[in-house]
């Protein structure tokens, strides 16, 4: 199976803050990897696609970036809506793992 | 407006059985391969199954293999997921979850369900 390795694990930013999260796969996966949000409590939610892909909806200050093995998900200039946790998968083979997912605070 | 409703969760004893069930609306069912995904308490989600649009092919995690069995009924627009054997570890959320283009297994995933809890305790 292929593992994914999100980093880090969690961060605290301030709004208005450039974020970025890593994610590295233990083998190569082209750019099938997608970029999940969960608000707390809630479902996750799409955002990005083919590893930088907006998902239609998908305010512009996110975008993916990567190719292989390590990816790339930024958020431009955090909003306190953007308070979530965040997961790569990848989507190459079975199973489509996840990452560990990466919670996002607002300092 | 595209949906997926779940049920059938609850708490079952550890040995014991349930079948859940996802209802889609909103799109041709039979035309998107379908997927489950669980998530324990404050722990990653974790993938589950795989349906390819006509049944045909099935996966099942290492985890579940030999234990859930993923169908389908595409004249009812509905996907289930027997569960047998069930441990204390299988405890967790379902979401059932549809793949974003048509006829693709191994893809995104663009529609969760509100997920249906499911507890495996004595």
């Known amino acids: 199976d292929i593992q994914m390795t999100q980093s880090p694990s969690s961060l605290s930013a301030s709004v208005g803050d450039r974020v970025t999260i890593t994610c590295r796969a233990s083998?190569?996966?082209?750019?099938?990897l997608a970029w999940y949000q969960q608000k707390p409590g809630k479902v996750p939610k799409l955002l990005i696609y083919?590893?930088?892909t907006l998902q239609s909806g998908v305010p512009s200050r996110f975008s993916g970036s990567g190719s292989g093995t390590d990816f790339t998900l930024t958020i431009s200039s955090l909003q306190p809506e953007d308070v979530a946790t965040y997961y790569c998968q990848h989507y190459n083979s079975a199973p489509q793992t996840f990452g560990q997912g990466t919670q996002v605070e607002i300092k | 407006e595209v949906q997926l409703v779940e049920s059938g969760g609850g708490l079952v004893q550890p040995g014991g059985s349930l079948r859940l069930s996802c209802s889609a609306s909103?799109?041709?069912?039979?035309?998107?391969?379908m997927h489950w995904v669980r998530q324990a308490p404050g722990k990653r989600l974790e993938y589950v199954s795989a349906?390819?649009?006509?049944?045909?092919?099935?996966y099942n995690a290492d985890s579940v293999r030999g234990r859930f069995t993923v169908s389908r009924d595409n004249s009812k627009n509905t996907l289930y997921l027997q569960m047998s054997s069930l441990r204390a570890e299988d405890t967790a959320v379902y979401y059932c979850v549809k793949a974003r283009r048509i006829a693709v297994v191994r893809d995104a995933f663009d529609i969760w369900g509100q997920g249906t809890m499911v507890t495996v305790s004595s």
């Open positions: 909103g799109f041709t069912f039979s035309s998107y391969a």
């Open positions: 349906i390819n649009n006509n049944g045909g092919s099935t």
């Open positions: 083998q190569g996966i082209s750019n099938y």
């Open positions: 083919a590893a930088s």
